[in-house]
């Protein structure tokens, strides 16, 4: 296709975007983080309407009816899961921009078609005979018929030969199994050759996965909501909801069969290049896909790093690890890159996003630092993992265990989509239903076990209130709105929304309150509130007899009151740690309740004592100073001039709640409960702190009549090791005891050492010859089940052509270890770890593993030692 500029870039098409839909009347909105905070059914942001999710329900009402923007998405898991495809194909990305222009209740079907046509046409020059349109069909099933209007529509401006009908699957847009959904109408471009498109019609390949008739845009026409029982809702208003991935559209206006050949991906691509040494050739090779990966992957990881959320071992976290982990493994295998690569190519990105998505480049340090520990630690495994996996792909024909899989991911890290990739390279597949069995079994709980049950909400009355009114009212007289009934690990719950509420729900770290709802002489107990997209959302175990009266809620002042004193603890700490440490200490995350507080921040090593006193007095001196805590209501942008702290990863209005403690000290946005005075607070006592992630420390401190308790609590301890041991300087007195204790441990270590020598020269007094190889077995007296591999490997060192097994019993339990020389190994065909788990396991009821030439075992049942030894003669 030829280019329709050849000078505009990524930027300029993205701000083009942005200024067309300015022109007509569209308020210009930053991009919300990629990570999804307060809506349960989402780990990501994975579409441009998440953010609108309220707007379209009727739980909010927008500042503005039209808005337009570009949404940073993740889509690699649930319903939309393009992992597989990313670098394989030219067109599919983990982390991409949803380009959008949203409608609420304002315009509908005929400006949104006129609109995308003369954008399209008009403004990008896009030649007319290259695209084609869909619309929906109808389907009989859920009674819904074909969207007549969207084809009347585009008829006006599209030749009627190029708008195709489309079913349900591609026309009918929905978020999920629940929620806001509607009729839909896709924009598709033909990029193919003039010659391919005279030979081959182009409605033919839309829709059909061809790599150059693809989907550009698509404008979604929200009318329904989605209920528990499948049946459609109408919405309270008609809403425009559409979006053009930036990385496609670039793609067409400059020319190119392969989003990664645009300039989103080059400069990034380039880097790669320079830093392996290695030229990307654009072909559908495993080298040249290993560049796409990378160009794609480093882009996901950053931006969810930068949005706050760490890679881990579980949920949202361990989606993002097993994506690092997936690019990791590819420039190991395909660039011949053995060191940290990822790392590296965070600055690129940062100061390629600078001016669209600024989190990045203010961050880039902390995330190349949390990039390159996870990159380092996969990297210590990855090739062990690698001999692994081929061992198990030599023995399997076809499917690669789900057990053995299992081992894969729970010994060497390795993400189950990355053993079944490289099992598909290698014409292999994966027993996933056996992997998720070994998974289920090691964490002993069933997936049903944590799946939350949701019904659809009942109306009660609709009448308007006040919403949150809890910074200034505990206890505030209301009504029901609606309540819905879900369950959970065999559980059931009712969640509430009242009219008004003075209950706080779960937000910026602070825990939900709880309380009491009096209906009438009737109490329920509130065990929690929490927020849902912009609903407060209160959680009780049964509901009253009589639901649609008047309702007295009352917040648990006390816990309140305990909570407020650790939240502006919290910005005294936050403070305080910017004084000592510097200012790149940054919040990366915590945790309020009524006990103590746990704050997360951004530094790279441990804190010395010395900083941990330093940080604790200031915070202390700032309490007895009494400061009083200003909270304003400001905009945004006036509230971060006067220089208030943002959160990474947090959506704010354009009015922001601004909490002040003297204006040079604590400055920040924050929409949490908080003293009045800091003297309130009364005494602050920080308890620990300690790693959490690369470049993430934690604190946990307590405050109030907690720190009261903490420091009379450690002062009695002192006072019992004094008297314990007879001392009036304990200190003194321990560190006496602890070097002691490590010279008796040095002592006894040679005594054990010189025990096992004389142990082994037994042994050896024992070996006899069966069938050529020498062979030792024995029960011995050791004190631990390490001294058994430790008398193994003294052994190889005067043995030839031997398998040892050796058994102990210890304190009552048995332990076993066998070893087995290598050329043995190899002529024999004898396998320890085999040994040990089929034949020697059972019969001490136990378990165990290990390699070829080396394994052991524990057991309950060490009454049968002796046939442990002579099973394992008689397999020679």
């Known amino acids: 296709m030829t280019k329709v500029s050849t000078s505009m870039t990524a930027a300029q098409i993205r701000q083009q975007f942005l200024d067309f ?168 471009v033909d990029c193919r050759p003039d010659a391919e498109r005279a030979a081959v019609d182009g409605k033919t390949l839309v829709n059909n996965d061809h790599p150059q008739v693809i989907e550009i845009w698509n404008n979604v026409f929200m009318q329904f909501n989605r209920l528990k029982d499948g049946s459609l809702q109408p919405l309270p208003a008609r809403h425009v909801d559409t979006g053009m991935g930036l990385e496609r559209l670039v793609r067409v206006l400059q020319g190119k069969t392969s989003n990664y050949d645009t300039d989103l991906f080059t400069g990034t691509i380039a880097a790669v290049e320079n830093i392996t040494g290695t030229k990307y050739d654009f072909s559908d090779s495993k080298q040249a896909i290993a560049f796409r990966v990378l160009a794609d992957h480093i882009r996901a990881i950053s931006f969810t790093i930068a949005d706050g959320q760490l890679p881990s071992n579980t949920g949202a976290g361990y989606v993002i690890r097993r994506i690092l982990r997936r690019a990791v ?42 990039v390159l520990e996870e990159e380092q630690t996969f990297l210590a495994t990855l090739e062990k993992g690698l001999k692994r996996i081929a061992e198990l792909m030599q023995d ?70 006040l919403g949150f009114v809890g910074y200034s009212d505990l206890n505030v007289g209301t009504h029901v709105q609606k309540f819905r009934k879900v369950s959970a690990k065999g559980k059931d719950q009712y969640q509430l929304v009242l009219a008004s509420t003075p209950f706080y729900a779960e937000s910026g770290g602070q825990v939900g309150d709880t309380g009491q709802l009096h209906f009438g002489d009737e109490i329920i107990q509130v065990v929690n509130t929490k927020k849902e997209n912009d609903l407060i959302v209160h959680f009780v175990d049964s509901l009253p007899a009589e639901i649609r009266g008047d309702v007295r809620a009352v917040v648990f002042a006390e816990r309140r009151l305990n909570t407020m004193y650790n939240h502006t603890a919290t910005h005294l700490l936050h403070a305080a740690l910017r004084q000592v440490l510097g200012t790149h200490v940054a919040q990366k995350g915590s945790l309020v309740n009524d006990e103590y507080l746990r704050f997360d921040f951004s530094h790279f090593s441990k804190m010395t004592d010395e900083e941990i006193r330093s940080v604790e007095k200031i915070v202390n001196d700032k309490i007895r100073e009494n400061i009083p805590v200003i909270i304003e209501s400001l905009p945004k942008e006036e509230a971060l001039t006067r220089g208030a702290m943002a959160l990474f990863g947090e959506k704010y209005g354009d009015v922001v709640r601004v909490v002040t403690i003297d204006p040079n000290y604590s400055v920040e946005l ?11 607070i009364g005494l602050f ?28 609590e450690s002062l009695e301890n002192i006072k019992e090791i004094g008297t314990l041991l007879k001392a009036k300087e304990p200190v003194k007195a321990v560190d006496k005891l602890l070097t002691e204790n490590a010279q008796l441990k040095k002592h006894i270590e040679m005594l054990e050492a010189r025990q096992l020598v004389a142990v082994r020269n037994e042994l050896l007094q024992k070996d006899e010859i069966i069938n050529g190889i020498n062979f030792i077995g024995d029960i011995v007296e050791v004190g631990n089940a390490d001294a058994l591999k430790k008398l193994c490997f003294d052994l190889k060192n005067h043995l030839n052509d031997f398998v040892v097994v050796l058994a102990a019993n ?18 024999k065909g004898l396998d320890a770890g085999a040994i040990i788990k089929q034949h020697l396991a059972p019969i001490i009821k136990g378990g165990g593993g290990g390699q070829k030439n080396l394994a052991t075992a524990g057991g309950q049942d060490a009454s049968n030692l002796q046939q442990v ?4 003669k008689g397999l020679l």
């Open 21 to 188: 839909f300015a022109s007509k009347q569209h308020s210009i909105v930053p991009s919300a983080p990629i990570v999804v905070k307060n809506d349960p059914t989402l780990m990501f942001t994975n579409a441009g309407m998440n953010q609108f999710k309220d707007y379209f329900l009727g739980n909010q009402t927008p500042a503005s009816n039209r808005v337009a923007d570009t949404q940073k998405c993740l889509r690699v898991s649930g319903k939309h899961n393009d992992l597989e495809e990313v670098g394989v194909d030219t067109y599919h990305h983990t982390m991409f921009e949803m380009l959008g222009n949203w409608s609420f209740g304002d315009y509908f079907k005929t400006e949104a078609i006129a609109w995308s046509w003369e954008l399209l046409t008009g403004v990008y020059q896009i030649p007319k005979d290259r695209l084609y349109v869909t619309v929906f069909e109808g389907d009989a099933k859920e009674g819904l018929p074909k969207d007549e209007e969207a084809a009347t529509e585009w008829a006006k401006w599209i030749d009627p030969t190029r708008i195709l009908l489309g079913n349900k699957k591609d026309n009918f847009w929905e978020m999920g199994d629940t929620g806001p959904c509607g009729p839909c109408t896709e924009i598709h």
């Open 329 to 370: 493994r590819y420039y190991y295998s395909y660039l011949g890159y053995k060191q940290p690569l990822l790392h590296q190519l965070v600055p690129v990105l940062a100061a390629q996003f600078e001016h669209v998505f600024p989190e990045l480049k203010k961050q880039e340090a902390f995330v190349g630092k949390v």
């Open 396 to 465: 399997s024909t076809t499917v690669i265990a789900g057990d053995k899989a299992f081992e894969l991911y729970d010994t060497f890290g390795f993400p189950l989509d990355l053993t079944r990739l490289i099992a598909a390279e290698n014409n292999l597949q994966v027993d996933e239903a056996g992997f998720e069995t070994a998974m289920l079994e090691q964490k002993n709980r069933s997936r049903a076990a944590t799946t939350l049950d949701t019904g659809d909400w009942q109306i009660v009355n609709e009448t308007a209130g």
């Open 670 to 680: 924050c929409g949490g409960t908080h003293v009045m005075h800091t003297g309130m």
């Open 685 to 712: 006592a920080l308890a620990s702190e300690s790693a959490v992630a690369a470049g993430v420390r934690r604190i946990e401190a307590y405050t109030g009549p907690a720190a009261f308790r903490y420091f009379s």
């Open 810 to 827: 210890i304190d009552g339990k048995p332990f076993v270890a066998v070893s087995i020389a290598d050329n043995v190994v190899a002529a």
């Open 869 to 872: 030894i002579e099973v394992v």
